[in-house]
C-alpha cells in the first residue's frame, strides 16, 4: 500500500472491519488524478493475485467503495431510492450507502 500511496499520491486506508466476512475495504481519497491512479494501481494488483471470493449464493464477488459528495447522495438514491433500485436490477449488483460519513460531507 505504501508503494501505491507513493506512486499515486492518494491516501489509502485499509478497513478490516469485515475481515471475518472474507473482506476489507479500502478507501482511497485524494485528488481525482491521485484516486483514479491508486484505484488502478490496486486493481492491476488485485487482478495479480485474485483468489475469487464465493458469497452466500456462491458466486464470484468484487467490493468497491465509492465517495460520493453529500449535495449528491439524494441524486444516487433517487425519489424512493428508484435509482438505487434500477442499478440493482439492471446490474445484479448490491448498493449500500453508509452515511455515517455524511457530517464529513460525503457517503
Do not use: C, W
Amino acid at each position: 500500500l505504501k508503494a501505491i500511496q507513493a506512486q499515486s499520491g492518494a491516501t489509502l486506508h485499509v478497513d478490516q472491519s469485515t475481515k471475518d466476512l472474507g473482506m476489507s475495504v479500502i478507501r482511497i481519497s485524494g485528488s481525482e488524478e491521485a484516486v483514479s491512479t491508486a484505484k488502478s494501481l490496486i486493481d492491476r494488483k488485485v487482478s495479480e493475485v485474485k483468489i475469487p471470493l464465493q458469497d452466500v449464493g456462491g458466486m464470484n464477488t468484487v467490493a468497491y467503495e465509492y465517495h460520493i459528495d453529500q449535495s449528491y447522495v439524494g441524486f444516487f438514491i433517487g425519489r424512493g431510492g428508484e435509482q438505487v433500485k434500477r442499478i440493482k436490477a439492471q446490474t445484479g449488483a448490491t448498493v449500500v450507502i453508509d452515511q455515517s460519513t455524511k457530517d464529513l460531507g460525503y457517503s
